[in-house]
């Protein structure tokens, strides 16, 4: 029998959450103020009636060996240490919130993510392996980084149209420096984007749940390797 898994996609907005085999989302604010047992008990109730054996959880921030490595920039401290499993009284697994997304828009071969949310999520999967990054904390400018610009302060102090540019700036000076076949843009502010350069697609509001479904499909939950799709439709779709 399937396990029922439960999705939480934990961000500095939104904490969303899904369940296999079904369409129905749902979230609640997050938030500076926002700690773990706030989020389990947030979850909680927004999931009620809902069944399910194991939770995934994607974190914004460092996870490490499958643990929370690193208090988060966006929320309220807590996070390391803390026991969810305890909470939520099931099997947990934890991932950077980036790397499930990437997870989930895999296809195949080497893929960059960047997630355009709050911040600026990055993952490299190479050949199946997911790494999550912090590319979003490298200083490029003048004391900036590419979160400065590119997460959401960003886009209100630049506007839209700079906003824009900074991040296709950005998308092909880590094409050229990390050689992915394809770049995905994902997280809620990637809709905001002109038409997409080539071997480059913007990711689903679905990849999230996605990847948390596919990191119990492997039995090493600290090294989750990502399924791959068929390589026509890889091809058909990274040339959009």
Not at 83 to 99: L, Q, S, V, W
């Amino acid at each position: 029998m399937a396990l029922k898994i439960l999705v939480v996609d934990v961000g500095g907005t939104w904490v969303k959450c899904g369940v296999r085999r079904s369409n129905t989302r749902r979230r609640f604010r997050s938030g500076p103020d926002l700690a773990p047992p706030a989020m389990v008990q947030g979850v909680m109730k927004i999931a009620a009636g809902w069944r399910f054996d194991v939770v995934s959880i994607g974190y914004p921030g460092v996870v490490r060996h499958g643990r929370i490595a690193m208090e988060p920039h966006n929320l309220r401290e807590g996070w390391v240490g803390f026991d969810f499993e305890a909470a939520f009284g099931c099997p947990a697994r934890i991932i950077n919130d980036a790397a499930m997304q990437a997870l989930g828009a895999y296809e195949g071969g080497d893929m960059l993510f960047l997630g355009l949310g709050t911040g600026l999520g990055s993952a490299l999967i190479v050949d199946g392996v997911v790494q999550a990054m912090e590319l979003g904390h490298l200083h490029y400018a003048k004391g900036r980084t590419y979160e400065d610009d590119l997460g959401k302060e960003g886009l209100k102090r630049l506007g839209r149209q700079k906003w824009c540019s900074k991040v296709f700036e950005t998308v092909e000076a880590l094409r050229k420096a990390l050689l992915p076949d394809y770049i995905v843009l994902g997280g809620g502010n990637a809709t905001k984007l002109p038409p997409l350069p080539p071997h480059t697609r913007r990711g689903s509001n679905s990849d999230a749940f996605a990847g948390g479904f596919r990191l119990w499909q492997t039995q090493d939950a600290t090294r989750p390797r990502a399924v791959a799709a068929s390589h026509s439709a890889r091809t058909s779709r990274t040339k959009k």
